[in-house]
Antibody, heavy 121, light 112 residues
Framework: EVQLVESGGGLAQPGGSLRLSCAAS????????MNWVRQAPGKGLEWVTN????????FYVDSVKGRFTISRDNAKNSVYLQLSSLRVDDTAVYYC??????????????WGQGTLVTVSS | DIIMTQSPLSLPVTPGEPASISCTSS???????????LDWYLQKPGQSPQLLIY???FRASGVPDRFSGSGSGGDFTLRISRVEAEDVGVYYC?????????FGQGTKLEIK
């Protein structure tokens, strides 16, 4: 059974930091791009960042560049998101998702249940 | 960045009736392998998004055949042939043609 389990969410002050983790199981982790997607309360989905299977490439949405850092540990089947210089508008549920394949016969997409990050003084 | 625009944003539907949602992109989503990098997701209340349609028109595993996707390039449509009560939630299109990946605003489907 495929599982993505996020952890590390909680309350942080503006300007503070948090580290989110996502533990993967049930699939070959090293075949998958890993993504973080967030959803502010009552709002839509926003893609935040992703990382290539070998960790050699990373991409970010402009609003988090220089503040958030994605990383992965393939030996631990885990991906991380370091959140720094947090702002109130970073408040959201953060979802971890996995992606592999880009053809009709191979297109795997998995999502976790999310972890809530609240930025407030 | 590729801008994704969905319409309508709210969709009240009578059970058994059809429904359709449009998604347009500011750039072509046709990729080098000949497929469109466009997915449709449904987020049911209190749940994570679930994949319905991928590469514009392919139904994901376990998705009922009343769901279908069509379109190419920059114009896409999600159709539900006969809406059921369990279809309520917010529908999103997502482009994966280039980073940053971008979602549409979401279409909230409700039962009349």
């Amino acid at each position: 059974e495929v599982q993505l389990v996020e952890s590390g969410g909680g309350l942080a002050q503006p300007g503070g930091s948090l580290r989110l983790s996502c533990a993967a199981s049930g699939f070959i982790f090293t075949d998958y791009w890993m993504n973080w997607v967030r959803q502010a309360p009552g709002k839509g989905l926003e893609w935040v960042t992703n990382i290539k299977p070998d960790g050699s490439e990373k991409f970010y949405v402009d609003s988090v560049k220089g503040r958030f850092t994605i990383s992965r540990d393939n030996a631990k089947n885990s991906v991380y998101l370091q959140l720094s210089s947090l702002r109130v508008d970073d408040t959201a549920v953060y979802y971890c998702s996995a992606a592999a394949g880009n053809s009709p016969h191979h297109y795997d997409r998995y999502w976790g249940q999310g972890t809530l990050v609240t930025v407030s003084s | 960045d590729i801008i994704m625009t969905q319409s309508p944003l709210s969709l009240p539907v009578t059970p058994g009736e059809p429904a359709s949602i449009s998604c347009t992109s500011s750039q072509s989503l046709l990729n080098s392998n000949g497929y469109n990098s466009l997915d449709w997701y449904l987020q049911k209340p209190g749940q994570s998004p679930q994949l319905l349609i991928y590469l514009g028109s392919f139904r994901a595993s376990g998705v009922p055949d009343r769901f279908s996707g069509s379109g190419s390039g920059g114009d896409f449509t999600l159709r539900i042939s006969r809406v059921e009560a369990e279809d309520v939630g917010v529908y999103y299109c997502l482009q994966a043609r280039q980073s940053p990946l971008t979602f549409g605003q979401g279409t909230k489907l409700e039962i009349k």
